[in-house]
DNA sequence: CGCATGACTGAGAGCGCTTCCCGTACGCGG
DNA sequence: CCGCGTACGGGAAGCGCTCTCAGTCATGCG
């Protein structure tokens, strides 16, 4: 690679010169040389090479108006964000399927509520084609932003309102929490469980309401005392759990909406000498690699596929500005991904 | 807000012609209002409002040259990444810095030893103005890949190869890994232990390094017996737990080099009902409060501010820019943070 | 053999912005 | 009241690239 003199970077002028043909034909060559002949394309490949040149970005958007940018926007208040094994995994397939696309990876982290102004401001401002964004609660204002800034979005986990009638449909993926629920709920059944009772997530969070409507889908006339409402947490698993002990020491099985709750639970289980799964089976949601496989005993839990959830998201905003740009191929859709019970000791 | 008409956002020009102004002062106004009359910087301001003007990131990045954009790389092939609190507290330090000053956060995951081509290529392109990188192993390749391309970068930790004489200095943000392990191994010390063994990171990263050099500090003609390594993993630290109380039985206390490894340890003992800190004090290094706060008994630690050490990297990359850019104010240095001895039960 | 047709290539016009340079208008002192 | 100096505003030149449009050349057919 030619060693770059401070400064300044060959330009398509040079190239063309240096393979004696016009800057267009170079600009042709250097997009994919449809139209230009073989000799030709061969000579400008060369001069590319020869003087390691690159193109300027920023003149290429000037012209195109496509920025060839991705923002992802995480508006999480709570400390969970990266922290959480979710949205790494979530953005690590994000920036593969990216990457494969030749697209950057801007990130938008919201610090607090005063934050979205900068955001609007930012999605508004031509920076990136598209953004994916992470729909979490209820009265989140991102939607309302990007609509307004004309930016194409995917969100990742079903956005709340995409129940309201007559909201236009946005795409999203997200994963079939009601069915993985359901299968989870059912498998605890079959295995002669009688009293199963559900941690359940936020209720301003779809993706732990779904959970909560799949466990309810088995037990149709369920008893509101064998449901708790925790927050996603290890600490607010355990508390989960404690309430619903005290409420129902006869219970035999627990549906966690999380696999962070599900080792809280299970935390409590053990400091109360209940075995698990002898006394009281657990079934966890998520399959995250970091709790479910190495908690005591290894949590029986719902797996999906976040990485592939993350690329999935960015594909099909790929698709959707592709559409934009030429016009054809057909609207991206919202995307279920399958969820699958994995079987270990705790069920 | 002005709503968009689709496709065409106003430009100087507009801003200009309704300020009743030339480009140049609207210009000028824009950026600054430096050496423009209050009433016309008040004219153009009204129209920059009335239109919902914002400028053109990519004709002013095409004219300055400066994109206003900075990257984050982040190279470790492990899952440990994002899951990892370090790295997720160290991007929102990031993040927040960068925000301040109107600069974008452009991520660059490395997924595999051949990307590094592909992070040389977009870091050549002129797309962002510096970087901010994890030096983590001996033989990252990305030092030499941001030398030769002439990006400014500033690293988090001390890079490896900081201490070979002739390297040129890079400036870089570290914790007082030494002196905190220092603290800590004295601090058992005090507390009467005196076969105090350690449980070490990966010999390829500094931090370990120093780590292990401060509780040599202290322990000055340590038994090879007593310590052990680990590979900042909570299993390893398990592993490495074990290890030891085989090999020394009689140990009384250990100095572990980070929490995730501490909480294996701790794992271990309980496992053998070792108690501490009664029988064997534990302290460990980080005080990530996913962990040390919550283990059993809670750990005692090393605290260093990681948040304030990502805003610290961006500070400097900010400076030496703008320094690139006036040629004046001192070259940016290598911060090294202070560390603080957290009490908990452990020790 | 001549002209029409198609396939390529080249010239040039901007994309929206910053900034240099020059003209001018205003300020002040004499 | 007039001259000069200073500071501010305006014109214009690009930054590097894409893409339309027109021109060129070789070929195929009548």
Chains 1, 2 share one sequence.
Not at 131 to 145: K, M, Q
Not at 215 to 227: A, E, N, S
Not at 292 to 303: F, G, M, Q, S, W
Not at 308 to 335: F, I, K, Y
Request: aromatic share 4%; charged share 25%.
């Amino acid at each position: 690679m030619p060693e770059q003199s401070p400064g300044s970077r060959p330009t398509l002028e040079a190239v063309a010169a240096r393979a004696g043909v016009s800057r267009a034909t170079a600009s042709r060559v250097v997009n994919g040389g449809d139209g230009v002949r073989k000799p030709l394309v061969d000579k400008v490949l060369k001069a590319v090479d020869e003087l390691g040149y690159i193109p300027n970005h920023a003149a290429r958007t000037l012209v195109t108006r496509r920025t060839g940018a991705v923002a992802v926007v995480i508006a999480e208040p709570e400390i969970r964000i990266f922290s959480d094994p979710f949205f790494s995994q979530q953005i690590r397939g994000i920036s593969k399927e990216l990457t494969a696309h030749d697209t950057q990876l801007v990130l938008l982290l919201v610090e607090g509520p005063g934050d979205f102004d900068r955001i609007a401001r930012y999605l508004s401002g031509g920076h990136v084609d598209g953004a994916l964004a992470f729909s979490l609660h209820t009265d989140d204002p991102l939607p309302a932003i990007t609509r307004r800034a004309g930016i194409p979005t995917v969100y990742g986990g079903r956005p709340s309102w995409t129940a309201d009638p007559g909201d236009q449909a946005v795409p999203y993926v997200d994963a079939d929490n009601r069915g993985g629920a359901r299968v989870a709920v059912q498998y605890l059944r079959d295995l002669g469980r009688e009293r199963i009772a559900h941690i359940g997530g936020p209720p301003d969070q779809t993706s732990a309401m779904d959970r909560l409507d799949g466990y309810r889908d088995v037990l149709i006339d369920v008893d509101p005392t064998l449901v708790a409402e925790g927050g996603f947490t290890v600490e607010s698993g355990a508390r989960a759990m404690a309430e619903l002990l005290e409420r129902r020491p006869d219970l035999d099985a627990v549906f966690v909406a999380n696999d962070l709750m599900a080792s809280g639970a299970l935390r409590v289980l053990r400091e109360r000498g209940v075995a698990v799964p002898e006394q009281v089976a657990i079934v966890g949601f998520d399959d995250m690699d970091s709790v479910a496989a190495t908690t005591d005993p290894p949590l029986t839990t719902v797996n999906q596929d976040i990485e592939g959830q993350g690329r999935l998201m960015a594909r099909l905003l790929l698709r959707g500005l592709d559409r934009d740009r030429t016009g054809n191929g057909p609207a991206p859709d919202s995307v279920i991904t399958p969820t699958t019970l994995v079987r270990r000791a705790s069920a």
